[in-house]
T-cell receptor, first 113, second 113 residues
Framework: SQTIHQWPATLVQPVGSPLSLECTVE??????LYWYRQAAGRGLQLLFY??????ISSEVPQNLSASRPQDRQFILSSKKLLLSDSGFYLC????????????FGQGTRLTVV | GNSVTQMEGPVTLSEEAFLTINCTYT??????LFWYVQYPGEGLQLLLK?????DKGSNKGFEATYRKETTSFHLEKGSVQVSDSAVYFC????????????FGKGTKLSVIP
């Protein structure tokens, strides 16, 4: 069966510090991968998605970047965090043949102080 | 582009009350439709789905019917429990060639004893 791992679960970082959140998927190959952010009291915002190694599409201009160094690994990064980067970050994957649901990780609660 | 509109929350109900959360969508082609649930502090879980018009998705007592004529996918449950307290997201993915889910903003449900 397929599983998705996302870590860390919680993170408190000072303004200006770097960020690296990692997500890995097991039990499938060539998945579509996604990073979402959920700010307090708001819906889900798609940040990045990837359909293959090294292929990243950005949905919103921001302080964050994403990379996919391996087929089942998706990394969300920032060189310098802002207060506005605080939120709940969710990694997800879906089969690449579309029309199927996405499966979510447990999320990372990021607080920038 | 694609969009999902769901009713604003929060929704507060007494145990055993009837639940309806409205969801309407705009999409090109014939999308698949989903309801996701997010329990406090967790990631999103797929609750139910429907992939074509008139399909009814159901799970854990929840139901939703894909209505193409009204572009709707309303979530219903006949008798809610305290354990149903969560945030519910309506979502769609359009036809072949599309790579991302489009989410509604989410509706927070609180069920009180």
């Amino acid at each position: 069966s397929q599983t998705i791992h996302q870590w860390p679960a919680t993170l408190v970082q000072p303004v200006g510090s770097p960020l690296s959140l990692e997500c890995t998927v097991e039990g499938t190959s060539n998945p579509n991968l996604y990073w979402y952010r959920q700010a307090a009291g708001r819906g889900l915002q798609l940040l990045f998605y990837s359909v293959g190694i090294g292929q990243i599409s950005s949905e919103v201009p921001q302080n964050l970047s994403a990379s996919r160094p391996q087929d089942r690994q998706f990394i969300l990064s920032s060189k310098k965090l802002l207060l506005s980067d605080s939120g709940f970050y969710l990694c997800a994957w879906s089969h690449s043949d579309t029309d199927t649901e996405a499966f979510f990780g447990q999320g990372t609660r990021l607080t920038v102080v | 582009g694609n969009s999902v509109t769901q009713m604003e929350g929060p929704v507060t109900l007494s145990e055993e009350a009837f639940l309806t959360i409205n969801c309407t969508y705009t999409a090109t082609g014939y999308p698949s439709l989903f309801w996701y649930v997010q329990y406090p502090g967790e990631g999103l879980q797929l609750l139910l789905k429907a992939t074509k018009a008139d399909d009814k998705g159901s799970n854990k007592g929840f139901e939703a019917t894909y209505r193409k004529e009204t572009t709707s996918f309303h979530l219903e449950k006949g008798s809610v429990q305290v354990s149903d307290s969560a945030v519910y997201f309506c979502a769609l993915i359009s036809g072949a060639g599309s790579y991302q889910l489009t989410f509604g903003k989410g509706t927070k449900l609180s069920v009180i004893p």
